[in-house]
């Protein structure tokens, strides 16, 4: 080959290489113009794409809503509920068994009281002696008063006694009739107690202030001033209680023991009816 040819050979050949640099420096420039990406976001690109492909439009759009439906609160179900009565005890105390509870609470509080009372009572000595024990009624002199004053008789509602005079001359016959023996205390201080019940069947037997002695409205047993028996049907004279007079005066009944009365015919005072009868068909002894 000539060195022409040669010459001419590398002359094109250096032609296209200088085209190619031109062609290669201006694509170079088309990129770093506008609408180019910069390095870093390049970069920021190369990386996302190492964690994957990169989402699309509509697979954003699609995480958006499910992100938004996420953040709403969803409503409670609407569906009927079986309604069930809540339990008293969690609940607490309603209106009723309050009511309920605070009853019984005072009734049992009241009747507690009254049973605590009662049993203080019981155990409490009385102030006031009543039957059963010995009844205190009064001063000798006051009761002598009163007897007089009042017809022959004092009655004692809480001794249920009656209380007369006993004539100190019939002391002696008194004496001498064995159920009189524990009366003869009170006898010699001129006093005598009569149970007030009557020892036929149980009635009060009142007295007779006309007649002057004891004449039963039941069956018409009649008693002497001191009880003794004068007619009717009962068994025997009417019973008593001890009397005592105390050193200072007063006159104490025993009701803590019936003293039984004195068979029939017994008549140590030998008063005889000083009046009408106030109970009629009585009369005369049996
Ligand atoms: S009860 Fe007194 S006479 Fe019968």
């Known amino acids: 080959m000539s060195p022409a040819a040669i010459i001419a050979i590398a002359a094109v050949v250096l032609v296209a290489l200088f085209a190619v640099a031109l062609l290669t420096a201006a694509r170079k420039s088309d990129v770093r113009g506008a609408g180019a990406l910069s390095r870093e976001t390049r970069r920021r690109d190369k990386d996302a794409e190492i964690d994957g492909p990169a989402p699309t439009g509509r697979q954003v759009e699609r995480a958006a809503t499910e992100a938004r439906e996420a953040s709403l609160v969803k409503p409670e179900s609407t569906a009927p509920v079986t ?40 155990l409490w000595p ?37 209380l007369t005079q006993y004539p100190p001359e019939a002391l002696p016959k008194a004496k001498g009739v064995p159920q009189y023996a524990p009366l003869l205390g009170g006898m010699s201080e001129g006093v005598v107690a009569m149970y007030q019940k009557c020892p036929h069947l149980g009635c009060r037997v009142p007295q007779c202030a006309s007649s002057q002695w004891f004449e039963c409205p039941c069956h018409g047993s009649q008693y002497n001033r001191v009880g003794e028996k004068k007619a009717g049907p009962a068994p025997r004279g009417m019973d008593h209680f001890a009397v005592t007079v105390s050193a200072a005066g007063d006159v104490v009944i025993d009701t803590s023991t019936v003293i039984t009365g004195a068979p029939i015919g017994i008549n140590t005072s030998g008063q005889e009816a000083e009046g009408p009868h106030c109970i009629t068909g009585g009369g005369g002894s049996h």
């Not at 607490?92 to 309050?98: I, K, S």
């Open 83 to 122: 309604w069930v009565a809540p339990d008293a005890e969690q609940i607490g105390v309603n209106r009723r068994q309050f009511l309920n509870r605070a009853t019984v609470t005072l009734m049992s509080a009241g009747l507690g009281t009254f049973a605590a009372g009662a049993f203080v009572a019981f």
């Open 126 to 162: 009385t102030a006031a002696p009543v039957f059963g024990g010995k009844v205190n009624v009064g001063k000798i002199d006051d009761i002598i008063a009163s007897i007089r004053s009042n017809a022959g008789f004092f009655y004692s509602s809480s001794a249920r006694s009656y």
